[in-house]
């Protein structure tokens, strides 16, 4: 059967409050990053990504920043809704290699 | 625009038989496909990078005469588990990035393998 890993981190919010998801990521020379979401049983989807080049990207209701200092990149959803519930990776990409990394399970209150 | 689909969605097979899973970019071009597997509850690990035309190349650990991968195509790959045992069981995906374009991977639905 499939192996019992790690849980993955989770975030509660309240149905209309902001989230912000982290990440670390772990290559200093990563130059692309994504956020994806996954929802049960399907592949993930592309939100929203931001070029090391940038510190700030905005999308609609979702933010990403990125500290390249501290190898640090968060997702911000604003109002969140029950349809954010899922669970989001960041990818850190160079080189045509992308990694995921863990992963947080966002589930929204209502 | 920017469809990958992945056939099955859902396969059960018995211990020893193997097991085909396709992945095709149905409306572009892709030069490099990946293959993720996931266990529950954790992140995607990345199994092996495929070029069409040339030789999967795999992450350490993972056994290449085991998990056989196919990129016949620029469409298509393939991934084969050999002799599936319970342990295969998984949820594996696919990606593909368009020909042209390394900075993007469009993601299939996945499949879900069930050995028994």
């Known amino acids: 059967g499939e192996s019992v890993g790690l849980h993955l981190p989770t975030l509660s919010v309240q149905e209309g409050d902001n989230s912000i998801i982290n990440c670390a990521y772990s290559?200093?020379?990563?130059?692309?990053f994504i956020w994806y979401k996954q929802e049960s049983g399907k592949g993930p989807q592309f939100i929203i990504d931001i070029r090391s080049n940038m510190d700030k990207r905005q999308g609609q209701r979702v933010t990403v920043l990125l500290n390249k200092t501290v190898k640090h990149l968060s997702l911000q959803i604003a109002a969140t809704q029950p349809g954010d519930s899922a669970v989001y990776f960041c990818a850190e990409t160079l080189n045509n290699d992308m990694r995921f990394g863990a992963g947080t399970r966002l589930t929204v209150k209502p | 625009g920017a469809v990958v689909s992945q056939h099955p969605s859902r396969v059960i097979c018995k211990s020893g038989t193997s097991v085909k899973i396709e992945c095709r970019s149905l409306?572009?071009?892709?030069?490099?496909m990946f293959w993720y597997r996931q266990f529950p509850k954790q992140s995607l690990m990345l199994m092996a990078t495929s070029n069409e035309g040339s030789k999967a190349t795999y992450e350490q650990g993972v056994e290449k005469d085991k998990f056989l991968i196919n990129h016949a195509s620029l469409t298509l790959s393939t991934l084969t588990v050999t002799s599936a045992h319970p342990e295969d069981s998984s949820f594996y995906i696919c990606?593909?990035?368009?020909?042209?374009?390394?900075?993007?991977?469009?993601f299939g639905p996945g499949t879900r393998l069930t050995v028994t």
């Open positions: 990606s593909a990035e368009p020909e042209g374009n390394s900075y993007e991977q469009y």
């Open positions: 409306d572009f071009q892709a030069t490099t």
């Open positions: 290559n200093s020379a990563s130059d692309y």
